[in-house]
């Protein structure tokens, strides 16, 4: 049922680069609460870098749908994350 509507979505780099921000961006959220949550989890950043490797998932599952333009927007919406992620490491 899922997979019939993911063939149905456009084609398109912005919505690549959409759904790239948006999933990881729900999983840090998840993650950053738990990780101020519980002590233990605190230095936890591999955490961190596992949302953003759900990109890498869903790459390459648009690119064996043949959503080429979907898939590199999501990439670019990876390197976004990185960056984000080497702005807040290097901040602490």
């Known amino acids: ?18 759904i790239g921000l948006v999933i990881p961006g729900i999983l840090l959220s998840v993650v950053w609460y738990l990780m101020h949550k519980f002590a233990f989890l605190a230095k936890a950043d591999l955490l961190l870098i596992g949302c953003i ?5 869903l790459m390459h599952y648009f690119f064996k749908l043949n959503k080429e333009n979907i898939g590199r927007g999501i990439i670019s919406a990876t ?3 990185a960056f984000a992620f080497f702005f807040y490491k290097m901040s602490r």
């Open 53 to 57: 490797a759900v990109n890498a998932l």
């Open 1 to 18: 049922m899922i997979g019939s509507r993911l063939t149905q979505i456009k084609n398109s780099v912005f919505i690549g680069l959409g």
């Open 79 to 81: 390197f976004i994350w």
